[in-house]
C-alpha cells in the first residue's frame, strides 16, 4: 500500500515533467555541460555511487517548479560522467515520517548491500510542532524502483538534539560493518554524529565525530567522511559560519573511539556558488565530489537564486572534482580527467605577452569554453592581471589576479544586469615561479581554479550570448602568460 502511495506520487511528477520538459529544454540560460534536471529546482547531490557499471546521480529535487518545496529524489545514470539519462524520480514524499510540503525527502546516500542498492535519506514531517528530521532506508532490486523500509525511521533525533537539525545521512562500509556521519547540533553548535549497524536497517549510535567548538557554526549540512591517503577526510557545509560554505578538515582517525582528529582545514571553494558536495569513488580508485552550484538565502552572499525559474528550471552541480592530496596533507580539487572528451576546436599559443592596452582571447565560442594557462611570475611585474570573461554590452565578470595585495576577486556585479557581489580569496605567491589558472565557462557560470586547484572560485552568472569576449589586461606593469590553451565544450544537456 505505502509502495504504491510512493509510486503514484513518482508517476504524477513524472507526468509534470514530461508535459514541460521539451518548453524547459528551450531555455536560453540552461548549461551546456553542467549536470542539470529536466525541468523544476535541483539542490544537493545525493547518493552519488557506481553501481553495477553506471554511475548513478541522485538529487535534491522538485519536479514542479524552479524553486525548492516537497523535496523529492530525481535519478540519473551516466557510463561517463558527462552524458546522463534521466530515470524515473527515486523517492517522493510519501509517509507519515516524510510527507509535508516544506519537507519530503531531504539529502542522503547510497551504497550497494548483498546486491541491492540501499539510499538512506532523512524523512522530514512536521506534525505541529516543528520540522520532525529522521534517517530512514529505502531500497532497490533494479537500481530504479526504490521501496521506502517499512521499519522506517531507523534513526530518531537524539534528546538533545533540535528534531529539526538533524540531517543528511552518509553511510560508508568499513570491514563487515556500516558507519554513517550524519549533520546534526547540540547545545547551538555543530556536530557530525557516527553511528554503526550490521544491516543498514538497526543502528546504534556511537560518538560525535567531529564538532565545531564555536568556530565552525550551529549546524553542518551535508556531512561527509572517507579515507584519502593514510588520512580521513571530513568535509560539511557548516551553517552560521559566514563565508565557509563548503570546508575540509584532514587527520586521523580511530574506529575504536569514533574519534577524528583534524589539524588541517581548508576551503573547498571561495565562490559563491558551490554547496553541499557529496563524494563517491570511481572503479579506478578515484575520490569524486559534486556540489550544488548555489547557497541558501541565510548565506551572506546570497542574493536570490537567479532567474532561470522563468524558464522553468533552476539549480546545476559544479563540474565533477577530483579530491587530491598535497605533500603536506592539504587538499586539492581538480575537474575530472573525463571533461577532456568534451573539448573541441583546440587553440594554443605558448606565450603570450600582456599589457595595458590588455588583448582579446580565444576560447571556443567565448560562452561554453575551457582555458588554461600560467602567469609566469618571474617575467610579470604588473601589479594587476584584470581577466574579464563574458564581456559585451558594456557587461563582464572580472578576474582580478591581484599580484600586489596578494587577492584573487571574481566580481560579478556588472556580469549580467541580475547578479551582484564579488567572491574573494588569498592569493599566496611567496617563492613561487608561475601560477597556474584554468578556468571553465559555460553559459550560466564560470569556475575558476588557481594555485594547484586549491583555490577555486565558483560563480553563476547569467549572461546573454552577446557577452562572448574574453579580455585580459596588466596593470602597473606588462606581464607574460606561458602555455595558453582553450577549448570550446561539447553540448551534454541541450
Ligand atoms: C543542504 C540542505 C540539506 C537538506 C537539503 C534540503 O543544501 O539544506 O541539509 O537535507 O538541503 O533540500
Redesign the pocket.
Known amino acids: 500500500m505505502s509502495r504504491e502511495i510512493m509510486q503514484n506520487k513518482i508517476k504524477q511528477a513524472e507526468k509534470e515533467i514530461s508535459k514541460k520538459k521539451d518548453d524547459v529544454q528551450a531555455g536560453r540560460m540552461r548549461q551546456h555541460y553542467h549536470f542539470m534536471p529536466q525541468t523544476g529546482w535541483l ?2 547531490p545525493n547518493g552519488l555511487i557506481y553501481y553495477k557499471g553506471k554511475y548513478h546521480f541522485f538529487y ?1 529535487y522538485n519536479p514542479y517548479y524552479g524553486f ?1 518545496d516537497y ?1 523529492h529524489w530525481g535519478h540519473a545514470m551516466s557510463e561517463d560522467l558527462l552524458h546522463w539519462e534521466y530515470l524515473p524520480l527515486a523517492l517522493a514524499p510519501s509517509e507519515v515520517y516524510d510527507d509535508y510540503m516544506r519537507g519530503g525527502c ?2 542522503g546516500s547510497a551504497i550497494e548491500h548483498e546486491g541491492k542498492l540501499w539510499l538512506m535519506y ?1 524523512g522530514v514531517a512536521n506534525h505541529g510542532n516543528g520540522n520532525v528530521q529522521t534517517q530512514c532506508i529505502a531500497y532497490s532490486e533494479d537500481g530504479v524502483h526504490f521501496t521506502k523500509y517499512e521499519g522506517n525511521p531507523v534513526i530518531m533525533p537524539p534528546d538533545d538534539v533540535p528534531a529539526h537539525l538533524f ?2 545521512p552518509k553511510v560508508w562500509k568499513h570491514e563487515d560493518t556500516y558507519y554513517m556521519v550524519c ?1 546534526a547540533s547540540r547545545n547551538e553548535r555543530a556536530q557530525a554524529l557516527l553511528y554503526k549497524s550490521a544491516d543498514l536497517l538497526h543502528w546504534d549510535y556511537v560518538n560525535v565525530l567531529a564538532e565545531s567548538r564555536g568556530e565552525w557554526g550551529y549546524m553542518w ?2 556531512p561527509d567522511f572517507y579515507p584519502l591517503g593514510d588520512k580521513y577526510v571530513l568535509t560539511c ?1 557548516p551553517m552560521g559560519a559566514d563565508d565557509r560554505k563548503a570546508v575540509y578538515f584532514v587527520g586521523d582517525f580511530d574506529y575504536a573511539t569514533g574519534r577524528f582528529d583534524w589539524k588541517i582545514s581548508g576551503e573547498m571553494d571561495w565562490g559563491m556558488d558551490f ?2 558536495p557529496q563524494s563517491f569513488e570511481t572503479p579506478d580508485g578515484r575520490r569524486l565530489i559534486a556540489a ?1 552550484a548555489n547557497e ?1 538565502e541565510c548565506m551572506p552572499f546570497w542574493k536570490d537564486w537567479g532567474p532561470t525559474y522563468r524558464e522553468g528550471w533552476c539549480g546545476f552541480f559544479n563540474l565533477v572534482r577530483e579530491v587530491k592530496m598535497m605533500p603536506d596533507h592539504t587538499l586539492q580539487f581538480v575537474p575530472v580527467e573525463e571533461l577532456k572528451n568534451l573539448r573541441t576546436d583546440g587553440y594554443a599559443e605558448d606565450r603570450l605577452e600582456i599589457g595595458s592596452a590588455g588583448q582579446e582571447l580565444k576560447a571556443g565560442d567565448g560562452i561554453s569554453f575551457e582555458m588554461q594557462f600560467k602567469i609566469d611570475l618571474e617575467k610579470t611585474h604588473a601589479d594587476r592581471i584584470e581577466l574579464d570573461l563574458r564581456c559585451g554590452d558594456g557587461k563582464k565578470t572580472s578576474c582580478i589576479f591581484d599580484l600586489k595585495s596578494g587577492t584573487l576577486s571574481v566580481d560579478r556585479s556588472n556580469a549580467d544586469g541580475w547578479s551582484n557581489g564579488a567572491s574573494r580569496s588569498i592569493l599566496f605567491l611567496k617563492g613561487k615561479k608561475e601560477l597556474d589558472v584554468h578556468i571553465y565557462s559555460d553559459q550560466s557560470s564560470v569556475e575558476i581554479f588557481t594555485d594547484r586547484y586549491q583555490n577555486n572560485h565558483a560563480n553563476n552568472i547569467y549572461a546573454g550570448n552577446s557577452q562572448n569576449k574574453i579580455q585580459i589586461r596588466a596593470v602597473g606593469g606588462s606581464a607574460v602568460l606561458k602555455d595558453y590553451r582553450s577549448y570550446g565544450m561539447k553540448e551534454c544537456f541541450r
Do not use: I, K
Request: hydrophobic fraction near 35%; glycine fraction near 6%; charge should be negative.
Open positions: 539542490n544537493d535534491q525548492w523535496m531531504f539529502s532523512t540531517r543528511d549533520g549540512e551535508c557545509s554547496y553541499a550544488w541558501w
